[in-house]
């Protein structure tokens, strides 16, 4: 019964998701929100694979985000290589990148490990910033445009990429529940119960949290492809920023709901329009004044309910009376 309800929500949710842009100007603003609400939620979800199932609280995804937007850039302009091609061998690079990280990372934990995959990124950073001859250095890089076309990942209106962000979505979102649900994910939540107790009993902690680490390198570095043709020119300081990138997604999952399959979504629906209201309402009044709001509204969520606003959605549904069937 229950798997049958949420099958039926599921399918509810993506037919809610296929024919929202229709409702809307085909590149309209609203459409733009939507399509980075998706994008972040696919990249949460990415992340989600390591921070959720093994609690390994990562801040250097941005340094996989922003090497799978390079990669795939470049590869573009030097050697006018589809980005679908590039989004291939920015997930092979984003992999390597996070099999580099894990090695001398994997036995830190809490803010040790934390601090030392921020480090991480902000290497990136300031590579790709001094490296000016390969990255254009603070000037940043501008995709080339041409006619629109399927094949060079190039389209006419932003419908085709909110339904571009909408199919990453759902594949990243599949990876996840089949990494949940399969002996890696039960692994993984051992691990993050009781790594000591998870050994005792044979599991390889190490090995397994590169397993998820490479995964959820490879994934988010593919979303840094899209990130790139979604918005034609990105900089280091964009596309490798912690605070815009690692600790955004990383915020996402645990104000939606951590290691839950429909947390990051919850909270990509939350948190992205909430950022783009405040700095419509506030951004104008004071200097900060809007990311001062919009941190306050965080705190107030996860105060009310620290397990995600889906446990809270969840509880509400639980707490609503039923009906009787027999009359009175």
């Given at each position: 019964?229950?798997?049958?309800?949420?099958?039926?929500?599921?399918?509810?949710?993506?037919?809610?998701?296929?024919?929202?842009?229709?409702?809307?100007?085909?590149?309209?603003?609203?459409v733009?929100?939507?399509?980075?609400?998706?994008?972040?939620?696919?990249?949460?979800?990415?992340?989600?694979?390591?921070?959720?199932?093994?609690?390994?609280?990562?801040?250097?995804?941005?340094?996989?985000?922003?090497?799978?937007?390079?990669?795939?850039?470049?590869?573009?302009?030097?050697?006018?290589?589809?980005?679908?091609?590039?989004m291939?061998?920015?997930?092979?690079?984003?992999?390597?990148?996070?099999?580099?990280?894990?090695?001398?990372?994997?036995?830190?934990?809490?803010?040790?490990?934390?601090?030392?995959?921020l480090?991480?990124?902000?290497?990136?950073?300031v590579?790709?910033?001094?490296?000016?001859?390969?990255?254009?250095?603070?000037?940043?890089?501008?995709?080339?445009?041409?006619?629109?076309?399927?094949?060079?990942?190039?389209?006419?209106?932003?419908?085709?990429?909110?339904?571009?962000?909408?199919?990453?979505f759902?594949?990243?979102t599949?990876?996840?529940?089949?990494?949940?649900?399969?002996?890696?994910?039960?692994?993984?939540?051992?691990?993050?119960?009781?790594?000591?107790?998870?050994?005792?009993?044979?599991?390889?902690?190490?090995?397994?949290?590169?397993?998820?680490?490479?995964?959820?390198?490879?994934?988010?570095?593919?979303?840094?492809?899209?990130?790139?043709?979604?918005?034609?020119?990105?900089?280091?300081?964009?596309?490798?920023?912690?605070?815009?990138?690692?600790?955004?997604?990383?915020?996402?999952?645990?104000?939606?709901?951590?290691?839950?399959?429909?947390?990051?979504?919850?909270?990509?629906?939350?948190?992205?329009?909430?950022?783009?209201?405040?700095?419509?309402?506030?951004?104008?009044?004071?200097?900060?004044?809007?990311?001062?709001?919009?941190?306050?509204?965080l705190?107030?969520?996860?105060?009310?309910?620290?397990?995600?606003?889906?446990?809270?959605?969840?509880?509400?549904?639980?707490r609503?009376?039923?009906?009787?069937?027999?009359?009175?």
């Amino acid at each position: 019964m229950k798997r049958a309800r949420n099958l039926l929500v599921a399918g509810a949710g993506l037919a809610l998701a296929l024919i929202l842009p229709m409702a809307v100007d085909a590149n309209g603003y609203a459409v733009r929100v939507l399509t980075l609400v998706l994008l972040f939620a696919a990249m949460a979800q990415a992340w989600n694979i390591v921070g959720g199932l093994a609690s390994q609280m990562s801040l250097g995804h941005a340094a996989f985000f922003g090497l799978g937007a390079y990669t795939s850039t470049l590869l573009l302009i030097h050697f006018g290589l589809s980005p679908w091609i590039g989004m291939i061998a920015s997930a092979l690079v984003g992999g390597a990148a996070a099999f580099a990280l894990s090695l001398p990372t994997m036995r830190l934990k809490g803010h040790y490990f934390a601090l030392a995959t921020l480090a991480f990124a902000e290497v990136f950073r300031v590579a790709a910033n001094a490296w000016s001859s390969l990255t254009g250095g603070p000037v940043g890089l501008s995709i080339p445009y041409g006619e629109p076309s399927f094949l060079m990942m190039q389209f006419q209106d932003t419908r085709s990429y909110y339904y571009l962000a909408l199919s990453a979505f759902a594949v990243v979102t599949v990876v996840f529940a089949a990494i949940k649900f399969s002996s890696l994910g039960y692994r993984l939540r051992a691990i993050r119960e009781n790594q000591a107790a998870a050994e005792v009993v044979g599991v390889q902690t190490t090995k397994v949290k590169i397993q998820a680490a490479v995964i959820s390198g490879c994934l988010t570095a593919a979303l840094g492809t899209i990130y790139a043709q979604l918005n034609f020119f990105f900089d280091p300081d964009s596309v490798f920023a912690a605070l815009q990138i690692s600790i955004r997604v990383a915020l996402i999952t645990i104000v939606g709901g951590i290691g839950t399959v429909v947390g990051p979504l919850v909270g990509a629906v939350f948190i992205i329009p909430l950022e783009e209201l405040t700095n419509v309402l506030f951004a104008d009044k004071a200097a900060g004044l809007s990311q001062l709001v919009y941190g306050l509204l965080l705190i107030v969520i996860v105060l009310i309910q620290p397990r995600g606003l889906a446990a809270l959605v969840g509880s509400a549904l639980a707490r609503r009376p039923k009906t009787s069937g027999a009359g009175t």
